[in-house]
């Protein structure tokens, strides 16, 4: 079975300062991990993936995010945190060897993230 | 492409009353899913289909649920009776392809208010 875990709800950061989403996931073999972000009455919009390579992912509007195989964690970043950029982050993943039904995405429960001005 | 297209944007219903919320997902794209968004329960997949076939509908709460998919170009999902329970963000999304790679692509939701 494949979960993954977004252990804040809530993540309130200064703009100007760098910001930290975090997710942890738990999978049988290796994992296919995602990241959304959600604005306000919207839906979610895609903001990148970690497929192999380089455990270091960029993404769309200056994020990115950290693949960390021993620590099981893919946490999102960015080095400036802009007002803008506040919304609801959630992180996905997807078990590389499961079949079927099961290679679909599992989500997390979601991060408030609040950018303070 | 304009996206995956969902209507309507807000359904206030009365408990009894049928709702049908509708999908166009992106030209070419060989999945579709549908989500419900709760506060208590988070984004779960209701079912998606691939080619326009049901593929797996173990999310679908139960039978007041269907979904069709008719053409590569539109889906609905319906509920039927609708109860206060059912209100939600109800999501549709799409993908090019299923493998484990895809990335899914969302509408902007349905907001489904049910007295």
């Known amino acids: 079975a494949q979960s993954v875990a977004q252990p804040e709800d809530q993540v309130n950061v200064a703009e100007g300062n760098p910001l930290t989403v975090k997710c942890t996931y738990s999978v049988s073999g290796n994992p296919y991990l995602f990241w959304y972000v959600q604005y306000p009455n919207r839906g979610l919009q895609f903001l990148l993936k970690?497929?192999?390579?380089?455990?270091l992912v960029k993404g769309s509007y200056g994020f990115e995010a950290e693949f960390n195989k021993s620590q099981t964690s893919f946490h999102l970043k960015k080095p400036s945190a802009l007002v803008s950029d506040s919304a609801l982050y959630f992180c996905a993943v997807r078990d590389r060897i499961s079949s079927g039904s099961a290679r679909q995405l599992t989500f997390g429960s979601g991060t408030q993230l609040t950018v303070l001005p | 492409d304009a996206g995956v297209i969902q209507s309507p944007r807000h359904e206030v219903t009365e408990m009894g009353q049928e709702v049908t919320l509708r999908c166009k997902p992106i030209s070419g794209h060989d999945y579709l899913f549908w989500y419900r968004q709760t506060m208590m329960r988070g984004l779960e997949l209701l079912i998606y289909f691939n080619n326009n076939v049901p593929i797996d509908d173990s999310g679908m709460p139960e039978d007041r649920f269907s979904a069709k998919m008719p053409n590569a170009s539109f889906s609905t999902l319906k509920i039927q009776p609708s109860e206060p329970r059912d209100s939600a963000v109800y999501f549709c999304?799409?993908?090019?392809?299923?493998?484990?790679?895809?990335?899914?692509?969302f509408g902007p939701g349905t907001r489904l208010t049910v007295l």
């Open positions: 970690y497929i192999t390579g380089d455990n």
């Open positions: 999304a799409s993908s090019l392809l299923g493998g484990f790679t895809d990335t899914q692509y």
